[in-house]
């Protein structure tokens, strides 16, 4: 879901984590800040934005860029 505002300081390189909450995952890309709201990693099945976060807390962090 592309979300109209523009990525904030420090969240400007395509593939960086800007925020996250139960609506979903912001990321920013090279025209501005699209919101994940489904995952699927490798091999596993497709879960919402907001289980990911809440069961991987610990692997999230805004500024971050996702490889």
Do not use: Y
């Not at 990321?27 to 699927?40: C, D, F, K, S, Y």
Request: proline share 9%; aromatic share 6%; charged share 15%.
């Amino acid at each position: 879901q592309p979300l109209a505002s523009s990525p904030p300081a420090g969240c400007r390189v395509p593939g960086t984590i800007c925020a996250f909450s139960a609506a979903g995952i912001d990321m920013a890309t090279g025209a501005g800040i699209l919101r994940l709201t489904e995952l699927q990693l490798p091999g596993r099945k497709t879960i919402m934005a907001h289980d990911f976060f809440n069961a991987h807390r610990d692997w999230l962090r805004p500024g971050m860029v996702a490889a």
